[in-house]
């Protein structure tokens, strides 16, 4: 039996999928670190100009998505995230070329993202052509107090 999905439905999210897409981000997020944005934040951003929400669906269930902000030639990747049920079956590496396709067609030169330095998503941002920009030491904070660096990363389109 295959671990690949028969098929994976890229569709446009809107505001009315923030309870699907809260729902995937509190599954893929590892709470420790608290990095899961709240339902009200990723409502708040899909209203501004430029942001973009493109869902993951499995058999018509949301199992991951991609949020974007596009300015003038540059975007940056804030969020995307698997259920943790459909990783490893190419849902993120549709996702990321999706999201990378969009950025082109709207005329994007440079996209930029933010990663704690110990993600496993790093393996992912490093497939698609990321390359390391910089980082900010002890910027992210789990639960627990322990401080993680960021790491910023960007890729020519």
Request: proline share 2%; hydrophobic share 45%; aromatic share 8%.
């Amino acid at each position: 039996m295959s671990t690949q999905l028969r098929m994976v439905e890229l569709a446009n999210g809107r505001v009315s999928d923030a309870d699907a897409v809260d729902r995937v981000m509190q599954a893929a997020f590892d709470p420790r670190y608290g990095e899961a944005w709240t339902r009200a934040q990723c409502v708040g951003i899909l209203t501004m100009p430029g942001v973009w929400l493109t869902l993951a669906k499995a058999e018509g269930e949301v199992v991951g998505f991609a949020l974007v902000r596009a300015i003038i030639d540059e975007a940056e990747l804030l969020l995307i995230a698997v259920d943790p049920a459909h990783r490893r079956r190419g849902v993120a590496g549709a996702l990321m070329r999706s999201l990378l396709a969009e950025c082109r067609g709207r005329g994007v030169k440079r996209i930029h993202l933010e990663v704690r330095a110990n993600n496993a998503a790093l393996a992912l941002y490093t497939g698609a052509g990321f390359t390391k920009a910089g980082e900010r030491r002890d910027y992210y904070r789990a639960k627990s107090g322990e401080a993680f660096d960021a790491h910023t990363y960007a890729r020519d389109l």
